[in-house]
């Protein structure tokens, strides 16, 4: 279990990070999270509470499954293998999540927000399904751990350039993080999440730090060649790689603008799957 | 663990069909299918039982959309009923359910023959690639056809041109 | 873990399945019906292959129900959304309303 709690460290560190880059003090979260925990919770007219706590408390709970089959070093949580398809199952409920939030407390729009991250999935659900194949296929294996041994010499992020950053775009998509944030976006006053307040939201926002690390960490294995390096033993290098790719992921919130999930559809269907379907391609040929 | 897995899905199986929402509704079905999902791990088959359990996430999320916007009452807010020969539907299901449950105990199941492979998700890819490539085939070929129908379908000027 | 469990189970999901595909007015709902009627057969697959044969193609059984759910749903929505049109109950302007 020390893997998963290596990543819930991972993700207060990551929102600490977000509030200095916003011009705040290091322990802004933590203050948030207390004065979240101390208010009382609005309620809405005629809200579906059971599904509105439903999507809050299935956020965190899932992004924490899914880092139970990260590797950090050689260790891992619980060895499923399968643990690829296992992370990414994970990762949807991300979906159910935030359309569950976005409808159950019967805002016009929260709505709105809990459709649009809909229409953001479709987008980015088959470009990162294909990135996290293409490492797959170059391992013959979906275990991250053998994905991670598969890489001696050579990280997959090197050579399979392409699909390292679908997965860090898809990645930011799935967490509605930065360029992707429409679905929270401000000109929906806060999108799905624009009802929720004190524990739940508390809740809610640490689930998407959590699955922010999360996805940070599963590309060590995946494309940065799991805990290999010289020197400082596996677990170390893990959460240094782990922590340089989340540190990057939570920069390009304020570096880049938000999408429209409509465009980033076009972008998507047009560029991504087919650039990644073409590194797949290379991928195989070299493989086989 | 079977037995409590599949009557958690069997009692969201019901109430899919008896509460009121269709999100809840949705979400009913959902939790059923995540039963499968672990059930179908219990058994051994990880690969597929992931699978569905992947899958249906996306698939229910995506039928919550169809739901809301088809349905009279998305949210419960108008109580109507939408059932029709509710006493034929319960009689047969029960017959049915009786039949077969008579059936499983009546027969006398062979014992397991063989043991499973190490690794059954490989066996898989390999039994597609190989032995069974024509399911896949078809497969494939039935997935590209039902892409074409549904966007045929639901394409605004529908089957036939925009005039029809 | 044994087999009649499984099938027990499936057999339940069946019949509930069976049931509201019967008794539902609404297309979607009936399909839902039809979506559980599926789901017992995957469960009785994955019986028959813990229990009985665990060779591989009850796995590729398994695939395939997985498939015809998929499948089904999407004509099943495409079929909703051309009668919906055919009525000129044309809700999905409504969703146009979300864009941007």
């Known amino acids: ?288 | 663990m079977v037995w409590a897995l599949g009557a958690v899905a069997v009692a969201c199986g019901v109430a899919v069909f008896v509460v009121d929402s269709m999100a809840r509704a949705t979400f009913a079905l959902l939790a059923s299918f995540l039963c499968t999902g672990g059930l179908l791990m219990a058994a051994g088959l990880h690969y597929p039982g992931v699978l569905v359990i992947l899958m249906m996430i996306m698939e229910m999320l995506v039928m919550a959309v169809f739901m809301v916007m088809y349905m009279m009452n998305p949210a419960g807010l108008m109580p109507m009923s939408m059932l029709h020969n509710r006493r034929g539907a319960l009689a047969v299901a029960g017959t049915a359910f009786a039949a077969m449950v008579a059936g499983i105990v009546a027969v006398p199941w062979p014992e397991r023959a063989g043991r499973p492979p190490d690794e059954p998700a490989v066996a898989l890819g390999e039994a597609i690639m190989g032995s069974k490539m024509l399911v896949m085939m078809v497969i494939g070929v039935a997935i590209l056809a039902t892409m074409i129908a549904t966007v045929v379908l639901a394409m605004k000027s529908g089957r036939y041109g925009d005039d029809a | 873990m044994t087999l009649e469990a499984f099938l027990v189970v499936a057999a339940a999901l069946f019949c509930v399945g069976l049931y509201g595909a019967l008794s539902q007015q609404s297309i979607v709902m009936l399909m839902m019906g039809l979506e559980l009627m599926i789901n017992g057969i995957l469960v009785a697959a994955g019986g028959f292959w813990y229990a009985v044969r665990p060779v591989v193609d009850g796995q590729v059984l398994v695939l395939v129900a997985i498939t015809v759910m998929a499948l089904e749903m999407a004509m099943g929505f495409a079929v909703v959304t051309a009668l919906f049109r055919a009525r000129d109950v044309d809700m999905t302007d409504d969703a146009g309303d979300l864009k941007g």
Do not use: C
């Not at chain 1, 203050?31 to 809405?44: D, F, I, Q, V």
């Not at chain 1, 499954?65 to 994970?90: D, E, K, L, R, T």
């Not at chain 1, 992020?157 to 860090?168: E, I, K, N, T």
């Open chain 1, 1 to 288: 279990m020390a893997e998963v709690a290596v990543l819930g460290v991972l993700a207060v560190a990551a929102a600490s990070l977000d509030a200095l880059l916003g011009g705040r003090r290091w322990d802004a979260p933590l203050r948030e999270a207390a004065r979240l925990l101390t208010t009382a919770r609005r309620a809405t007219v005629r809200s579906d509470v059971p599904l509105m706590r439903t999507g809050v408390v299935v956020l965190p709970v899932a992004a924490a499954v899914a880092a139970a089959v990260v590797p950090v070093g050689g260790g891992v949580a619980a060895g499923v293998p399968v643990s690829v398809v296992w992370f990414n199952a994970m990762e949807v409920v991300a979906w159910a999540a935030v359309w569950l939030v976005g409808w159950g407390t019967n805002s016009a729009f929260a709505l709105v927000g809990g459709y649009r991250f809909l229409a953001q999935g479709l987008a980015y659900e088959l470009p990162h399904m294909f990135a996290l194949v293409t490492a797959a296929l170059a391992a013959h294996s979906l275990d991250f751990r053998e994905i991670a041994a598969a890489q001696d010499g050579l990280w997959f992020g090197v050579w399979m350039p392409v699909g390292f950053a679908v997965y860090l775009v898809s990645a930011l998509a799935m967490t509605f993080w930065g360029p992707f944030g429409h679905p929270v976006g401000d000109d929906v006053a806060g999108g799905a999440v624009l009802e929720l307040s004190g524990a739940d939201r508390l809740v809610f926002f640490a689930g998407r730090y959590g699955l922010l690390a999360v996805a940070a960490a599963a590309s060590v294995p995946l494309f940065l060649g799991g805990g290999a390096g010289p020197v400082l033993p596996g677990w170390a290098w893990s959460v240094v790689k782990a922590a340089v790719v989340l540190a990057l992921l939570v920069w390009a919130r304020r570096r880049l603008p938000v999408l429209r999930m409509e465009r980033f559809m076009t972008a998507a269907w047009t560029v991504l799957i087919p650039a990644v379907l073409l590194q797949m391609l290379v991928v195989g040929i070299v493989v086989v």
